[in-house]
């Protein structure tokens, strides 16, 4: 009743009232403290303007408003944006209330949590009469989702439609300038190739990625690799947008990637490059032949112990077991950094090293102090040489152990193992060791010895096992063409690596 004994006689609807005052910013105190307790709005709306931003007053009144309140829903929407249930709430709360900004803020939500048919559902229903800025938005999210499912008939018809509106923010120029530097449309114009010659980079590599983000991250890795002691023999072309329907692979996180590799012959006339290399949402890591297969978590450490098997190193840590490099000892050098030999020998030790030295590509590098042979006692008191450098000389290139075979059958009965030119462990061993100072020697001594042949060589390895004999000898000649060395380019016609 004190209360009202300060009402107007004129204002006979207490609500209006206290809305009116409160508005005009000439309540008391007493009047303020009666609205909120009837949840008046405007009561409301002024408490939260001196409340704490996001303290426990503030979420209380937000609570309040947001029942009424578009925006007010959208704002607790936000607040929550790491609570997946309580945003989603919120959201489609505001949503109801007809807040238009809810709504693409949402379909944003869901793609960036990877839901990209909840994304596009949540535009489905726009408003007719929406801001620039939010219809600007609300296109980006479109083309983003047709990015991330290769839906480029999509993407052309949203730009055709929107590009002048596009044009007219810069959220919408740097969408479309990526567009046309991703080379995402096919009318992207043919000058924007990278015109890389093998004379110009003999390890050439084009990177692929399949959405905007992880194009974005390739080029941060590429970056990255210029601090790895590799960048100084690879070089990479631009990246470029390839949509992940064309790739048809199988990628989950812990078995390796694996592609159907006839997929790439359409884009072939438009890569420049020796190597290609895709980076997909998840799956794990590898090399086949001329193409690098890894996922968007994979780091810079990663990408460059990949690299190295396109240019013949060997894992160092354990193959699978069965793996054919492992099933016998070598007949000839396969790799710049892993022998597979016999263990034990008989006979003059002189002779034997020279055989030895023969069979490893690290030869020139290992010293003739530097022992690679010990003498041993086997069954029966028969005396043989085993190979290996003593740990006295773990300082230099010798001949040691490496785990490569440590999975084979055959290695278990001690009959042959792997070795590698040094003692410590590698980036081929831990991806975030580095690369020994001997392995990028024998890389700059000879560059195209143990090469992967380039990616013309899937192609016609897949094209041959479809039964299509005239499309694999045309990309088995285009693999050759890369090569410069006689040998290699007889090797590579053969078919047989």
Same mark, same amino acid.
């Given at each position: 009743?004190?209360?009202?004994?300060?009402?107007?006689?004129?204002?006979?609807?207490?609500?209006?009232?206290?809305?009116?005052?409160?508005?005009?910013?000439?309540?008391?105190?007493?009047?303020?403290?009666?609205?909120?307790?009837?949840?008046?709005?405007?009561?409301?709306? =002024?408490?939260?303007?001196?409340?704490?931003?996001?303290?426990?007053?503030?979420?209380?009144?937000?609570?309040?408003?947001?029942?009424?309140?578009?925006?007010?829903? #959208?704002?607790?929407?936000?607040? #929550?944006?790491?609570?997946?249930?309580?945003?989603? =709430?919120?959201?489609?709360?505001?949503?109801?209330?007809?807040?238009?900004? %809810?709504?693409?803020?949402?379909?944003?939500?869901?793609?960036?949590?990877?839901?990209?048919?909840?994304?596009?559902?949540?535009?489905?229903?726009?408003?007719?009469?929406?801001?620039?800025?939010?219809?600007?938005?609300?296109?980006?999210?479109?083309?983003?989702?047709?990015?991330?499912?290769?839906?480029?008939?999509?993407?052309?018809?949203?730009?055709?439609?929107?590009?002048?509106?596009?044009?007219?923010?810069?959220?919408?120029?740097?969408?479309?300038?990526?567009?046309?530097?991703?080379?995402?449309?096919?009318?992207?114009?043919?000058?924007?190739?990278?015109?890389?010659?093998?004379?110009?980079?003999?390890?050439?590599?084009?990177?692929?990625?399949?959405?905007?983000?992880?194009?974005?991250?390739?080029?941060?890795?590429?970056?990255?690799?210029?601090?790895?002691?590799?960048?100084?023999?690879v070089c990479f072309s631009p990246v470029r947008y390839m949509a992940?329907?064309?790739?048809?692979?199988?990628?989950?996180?812990?078995?390796?990637?694996?592609?159907?590799?006839?997929?790439?012959?359409?884009?072939?006339?438009?890569?420049?490059?020796?190597?290609?290399?895709?980076?997909?949402?998840?799956?794990?890591?590898?090399?086949?032949?001329?193409?690098?297969?890894?996922? %968007?978590?994979?780091?810079?450490?990663?990408?460059?112990?990949?690299?190295?098997?396109?240019?013949?190193?060997?894992?160092?840590?354990?193959?699978?077991?069965?793996?054919?490099?492992?099933?016998?000892?070598?007949?000839?050098?396969?790799?710049?950094?892993?022998?597979?030999?016999?263990?034990?020998?008989?006979?003059?030790?002189?002779?034997?090293?020279?055989?030895?030295? /023969?069979?490893?590509?690290?030869?020139?590098?290992?010293?003739?102090?530097?022992?690679?042979?010990?003498?041993?006692?086997?069954?029966?008191?028969?005396?043989?040489?085993?190979?290996?450098?003593?740990?006295?000389?773990?300082?230099?290139?010798?001949?040691?152990?490496?785990?490569?075979?440590?999975?084979?059958?055959?290695?278990?009965?001690?009959?042959?193992?792997? =070795?590698?030119?040094?003692?410590? /462990?590698?980036?081929?061993?831990?991806?975030?060791?580095?690369?020994?100072?001997? #392995?990028?020697?024998?890389?700059?001594?000879?560059?195209?010895?143990?090469?992967?042949?380039?990616?013309?060589?899937?192609? %016609?390895?897949?094209? =041959?096992?479809?039964?299509?004999?005239?499309?694999?000898?045309? #990309?088995?000649?285009?693999?050759?063409?890369?090569?410069?060395?006689?040998?290699?380019?007889?090797?590579?016609?053969?078919?047989?690596?």
């Amino acid at each position: 009743m004190l209360l009202l004994m300060g009402l107007s006689t004129s204002s006979f609807f207490l609500p209006q009232y206290l809305t009116k005052i409160i508005d005009a910013n000439k309540h008391s105190s007493a009047q303020l403290n009666f609205a909120l307790e009837q949840e008046n709005q405007s009561a409301l709306k =002024f408490a939260r303007t001196k409340a704490l931003y996001h303290s426990a007053q503030w979420l209380e009144l937000s609570i309040k408003l947001a029942k009424t309140r578009g925006k007010a829903a #959208y704002q607790l929407a936000l607040y #929550y944006q790491n609570q997946p249930k309580q945003a989603e =709430f919120w959201y489609k709360s505001a949503i109801r209330l007809d807040y238009a900004k %809810a709504r693409v803020a949402l379909a944003q939500y869901y793609f960036k949590q990877g839901q990209f048919e909840k994304s596009a559902h949540a535009l489905i229903s726009l408003p007719q009469n929406l801001s620039q800025s939010l219809i600007i938005a609300a296109q980006t999210v479109k083309i983003n989702i047709a990015l991330n499912l290769g839906k480029i008939d999509d993407v052309k018809a949203i730009v055709s439609e929107y590009a002048k509106q596009l044009q007219l923010t810069e959220q919408g120029q740097l969408l479309l300038a990526d567009l046309s530097k991703y080379r995402v449309l096919k009318n992207s114009s043919p000058s924007t190739l990278n015109k890389l010659n093998a004379t110009d980079c003999d390890n050439s590599i084009q990177l692929f990625a399949t959405n905007l983000r992880h194009l974005k991250q390739l080029e941060q890795l590429v970056t990255e690799f210029d601090n790895q002691a590799l960048s100084t023999v690879v070089c990479f072309s631009p990246v470029r947008y390839m949509a992940i329907t064309a790739l048809d692979c199988i990628g989950e996180p812990t078995k390796a990637i694996n592609c159907n590799e006839i997929n790439w012959q359409p884009l072939s006339k438009s890569i420049n490059s020796r190597y290609v290399g895709v980076m997909l949402p998840e799956g794990g890591a590898n090399v086949h032949y001329g193409i690098l297969y890894f996922d %968007a978590q994979d780091n810079v450490d990663v990408v460059a112990h990949e690299v190295s098997h396109l240019l013949g190193f060997v894992d160092e840590y354990p193959l699978v077991a069965g793996h054919v490099k492992c099933e016998s000892s070598q007949d000839k050098i396969f790799s710049r950094n892993v022998s597979v030999l016999k263990r034990r020998y008989q006979g003059n030790k002189q002779t034997i090293r020279e055989k030895i030295l /023969q069979q490893v590509a690290w030869a020139e590098y290992i010293k003739d102090s530097t022992p690679i042979l010990q003498e041993v006692t086997g069954l029966n008191s028969q005396q043989y040489w085993q190979i290996g450098t003593p740990e006295l000389f773990n300082h230099e290139v010798g001949v040691f152990i490496s785990k490569t075979c440590d999975s084979s059958v055959n290695h278990k009965r001690d009959d042959f193992a792997s =070795f590698k030119p040094v003692s410590q /462990q590698t980036k081929l061993q831990y991806f975030a060791l580095e690369f020994p100072e001997v #392995y990028i020697l024998l890389l700059q001594d000879n560059p195209s010895r143990h090469l992967m042949p380039s990616f013309h060589y899937n192609i %016609a390895l897949a094209s =041959f096992q479809q039964g299509n004999i005239s499309q694999a000898k045309d #990309y088995l000649r285009r693999a050759m063409s890369w090569e410069h060395d006689i040998d290699r380019r007889n090797i590579v016609s053969q078919g047989n690596l």
